[in-house]
């Protein structure tokens, strides 16, 4: 007998709607149960696939839409029937009419449990990984043509309003109809106040681990062939491009020769969902190479300065998390999501904001062009692109700088901070940034999308939450305090062993196994079983091997040996790697690589004797070895 390793789409469904049934088995009679799965399967049956991952996740929308603003929900405009004589839908109607009222509107006591049922059901399949057509990559490109175009008029409505700050005196009484002027001047001061003592050339710049646009791989991005004009204006070749003064002067001939052309960015499309590609750019090597260091060095300024560091956030998404449920609960903080946020930020409205000669120094570290992949060449009136090292920390301290400018403007009736009895301002609320999501007082949320739009900006308005009880910020989607967030299947299943599906398929199981759906935990870990074989659970190995979260029927106990020299019992499993290359690279080459790399990764200065050490330890010293991107495989190991 042949055991079929294929993972059902059909099947996988009817497993989450199980463990839905069962979870509600209050609502859910043996009669609804069979008739809800059956018109699921009738209706991908007819519809294909695309009834899970376009027409459900529409319904998942509509329901968002209705529980955060007053927006009725419309089941017939979506392609549903509706249940009896309500508006929304009869298929899952058990369970939305412990949410929504006949008329399609949020009941005043609905259902967290039954908003979470719904949104697993509904966004199960919404970012699954399909292949996507040429049509969907050609409107992705013309989108992105088409903002660039929309931004020139933008740009010059800044120009104008920089103008106007720059020639208007400061003690000047300003009208109503001057609140702009108002509003950039307290943003300039809150970002010259947090780069007052940063020094922009105090930098270790470093190669990012994406691809370039001028093609290099591996140690060849060591290996100069063009150093624009443009960034040496700040950033010195014989300083930031060479290990040392020694090894300039070696390369002295060379660099004579290097070109200093201001070359173009390169716009690639890669995989993201059944919806379309996602665009990003690829910066030239030359400019990724000072990018890189000089947004770790904002990055690292807004994290710890006291001004933005409760506030701004790179590395830790928690606050906008918390925000997020707390803004649900109490309904006080509303969750802005920004549309095409990297690609809506001007360099106009950077001029406008930023200091002088910060201005200048990022002016001169991004590409002012970018080619198409039809070959054309267009000019970028935004400021960076998705894939530039300077585009998330510039937008987030964007967003930032123009919602500080305006909470501030307590002489207009907006102002997010109050007076105490020894009259002087005390914070009453604070903003949280993380890139394009967004956490402001609800009692405010008008006033920033208004002014967020006034710079440039585009409000998500469909992913924006203010009003109701639902908000979603950095991953986390809350109802009334609860976590509604739904597990969404990314990777497509395949029938081959494949590390990116093992990793993946497991880490759903596992999500799955935390919401309480055991059928589908049992559903996914019985045939990653029979495609990969025994696989361990958490409590039996390290926590850097895939492994299952809990039992299940379908787990085989891995094979186990004693390991004496450890002292401990190793198990055989899977485990992922990544395929290594060892290049050949000259001394200056492998020395500046290991001066760049261990600088990275230094957190304090090592002493003379600790730092000679490192270099004279061959293991240290590995600088050689690289790693191939998208090249992991799949091997056993003892663990």
């Given amino acids: 007998m042949v055991l079929d390793k294929s993972l059902d789409v059909d099947n996988l469904i009817a497993a989450v709607l199980h463990d839905v049934f069962e979870t509600h088995g209050d609502v859910f009679d043996i009669a609804s149960r069979k008739n809800?799965?059956?018109k699921v399967r009738n209706r991908v049956a007819l519809e294909g696939i695309g009834?899970?991952?376009k027409t459900l996740p529409r319904l998942g929308k509509a329901l968002d839409r209705a529980l955060s603003s007053d927006t009725a929900l419309d089941s017939i405009s979506l392609g549903f029937k509706p249940y009896k004589d309500s508006k929304f839908p009869k298929l899952f109607g058990e369970l939305f009419k412990r949410v929504l009222g006949q008329d399609g509107r949020l009941l005043p006591l609905p259902c967290a449990k039954c908003v979470k049922s719904l949104r697993q059901i509904l966004y199960l399949f919404y970012k699954y990984e399909l292949p996507y057509s040429d049509e969907q990559e050609q409107q992705v490109l013309d989108k992105f043509v088409r903002t660039e175009q929309e931004l020139e008029a933008v740009s010059a409505k800044l120009d104008e309003l920089k103008h106007l700050v720059d020639n208007t005196m400061p003690t000047a009484r300003l009208s109503k109809e001057d609140m702009p002027v108002d509003v950039v001047r307290k943003a300039r001061r809150a970002?010259?106040?947090?780069f007052a003592f940063f020094?922009?050339?105090?930098?270790?710049p470093r190669h990012g681990p994406g691809a370039v646009a001028t093609r290099q791989q591996l140690q060849e991005k060591y290996e100069w062939s063009n150093i624009s004009a443009k960034i040496t204006r700040t950033y010195e070749a014989e300083t930031y491009?060479?290990?040392?003064l020694s090894h300039f002067g070696d390369r002295l001939q060379e660099h004579q020769a290097l070109s200093s052309k201001d070359l173009p960015a390169r716009v690639v499309l890669v995989p993201k969902d059944s919806r379309g590609p996602r665009l990003i750019s690829c910066e030239p090597v030359d400019y990724q190479w000072i990018q890189q260091g000089l947004g770790r060095a904002i990055v690292s300024l807004v994290e710890n300065n006291v001004l933005t560091k409760y506030s701004v956030f790179f590395t830790d998404q928690v606050p906008n998390q918390h925000g997020a449920l707390l803004g649900s609960m109490t309904g006080g903080y509303a969750t802005l999501d920004l549309n095409e946020a990297s690609d809506r930020v001007t360099l106009s409205l950077v001029r406008l904001l930023f200091p002088p000669h910060i201005y200048d120094v990022l002016a001169n570290c991004r590409s002012s062009s970018t080619v198409l992949p039809d070959g054309m060449i267009i000019p970028l009136w935004k400021f960076a692109p998705m894939g530039s090292a300077l585009c998330f920390p510039?937008?987030?301290?964007?967003?930032w700088a123009i919602l500080y400018g305006v909470s501030h403007n307590a002489e207009y009736g907006i102002g997010w901070y109050k007076f105490g009895k020894n009259r002087k301002r005390i914070v009453k609320d604070r903003i949280h940034v993380y890139g394009d999501d967004v956490i402001v007082p609800t009692a405010q949320a008008e006033d920033a999308i208004k002014w967020l739009e006034y710079f440039g900006l585009k409000i998500n308005q469909d992913k924006s939450c203010s009003k109701g009880f639902f908000r979603e910020s950095c991953g986390v989607d809350a109802f009334k305090g609860v976590s509604v967030t739904p597990v969404r299947l990314r990777t497509v299943w395949t029938s081959s062993r494949s590390p990116d599906s093992y990793t993946s398929w497991i880490a759903?199981?596992?999500?799955?196994?935390?919401r309480g759906y055991l059928h589908t935990y049992d559903y996914i870990v019985r045939h990653l079983s029979l495609l990969y074989g025994p696989i361990p659970t958490k409590d039996r190995v390290e926590n850097t091997v895939p492994s299952l979260c809990g039992v299940s029927k379908h787990i085989v106990k891995p094979h186990s040996r004693y390991n004496v020299d450890l002292q401990k019992t190793e198990r055989l499993c899977w485990v992922t790697t990544n395929k290594s290359v060892r290049v050949r690279t000259d001394g200056w080459n492998k020395l500046f690589r290991f001066f760049i790399e261990a600088a990275s990764k230094r957190t304090v200065s090592p002493s003379d004797q600790e730092l000679l050490s490192q270099v004279l330890h061959p293991e240290s010293f590995s600088v050689s070895s690289y790693t191939r991107r998208n090249t992991s495989m799949l091997v056993k190991r003892w663990r």
Avoid at 191 to 194: A, M
Avoid at 199 to 204: E, G, N, S, T, V
Avoid at 241 to 244: P, T, W
Avoid at 508 to 514: G, P, R
Wanted: avoid cysteine; proline fraction near 3%.
């Fill in 36 to 38: 809800t799965l059956n």
């Fill in 51 to 53: 009834f899970l991952t």
């Fill in 191 to 194: 970002l010259s106040d947090l």
């Fill in 199 to 204: 020094d922009p050339k105090d930098i270790i």
């Fill in 241 to 244: 491009f060479y290990a040392s």
């Fill in 394 to 399: 510039i937008l987030a301290l964007t967003i």
């Fill in 508 to 514: 759903y199981a596992n999500s799955f196994w935390e």
